[in-house]
């Protein structure tokens, strides 16, 4: 299993890689030896407290280095009237008889409470591709799914301001 990343979602990653190695390393291990310095640590709550986050931190770069790894990059370009990554998309619900906006992005940056949608997603799968005015069907399971009319699209940019997710 892969994930689909862009070249920007790449750069963000080896960025935070080459913060938690230089900064976020160097303070863990400082944090470790002040705490073992205070004794006993079968009871000292900094010492453990300390441990768990420098292995917290050790964690996510093998996790980031993992992901770019396996990796498939993909492109954030498409067509003005086609929806792609980072494109923001105005689509009619019509189960619901509303109209919702919603922004494609990759699995990495999604977050469905801020209506960033990975297009790995049922809806970002469903959606990729598609045009202005075509009805699409969002299978969710075998058992149910909806439809979904696209009412516009706006090509946007990989500004930096959708954070990766902390997983």
Known sequence: ??????????ERMEKEIEHRKLVVRKQA???????????DL???????????FKNQNESRIRYLEKMIKTAKIISDESADDVVGINNTVELYM????????????TTVRGNSLK??????????????????????????????????????IQNTDDDGTDELRKF
């Open 115 to 152: 209506n960033l949608i990975s297009n790995q997603s049922p809806l970002g799968k469903a959606i990729e591709g598609k045009k202005v005015g075509d009805r699409v069907y969002v299978k969710v399971n075998d058992d149910f799914g909806y439809y979904v009319v696209i009412k516009s």
């Open 29 to 39: 291990l400082e944090d470790v030896k002040e705490a073992r310095a205070h004794g």
């Open 1 to 10: 299993m892969y994930d689909e990343l862009t070249k920007k979602d790449i």
């Open 42 to 52: 079968s009871e000292n709550f900094e010492y453990h407290a300390a441990k768990k």
């Open 94 to 105: 019509e189960d619901d008889d509303e109209i919702e906006t919603y922004k494609l992005i």
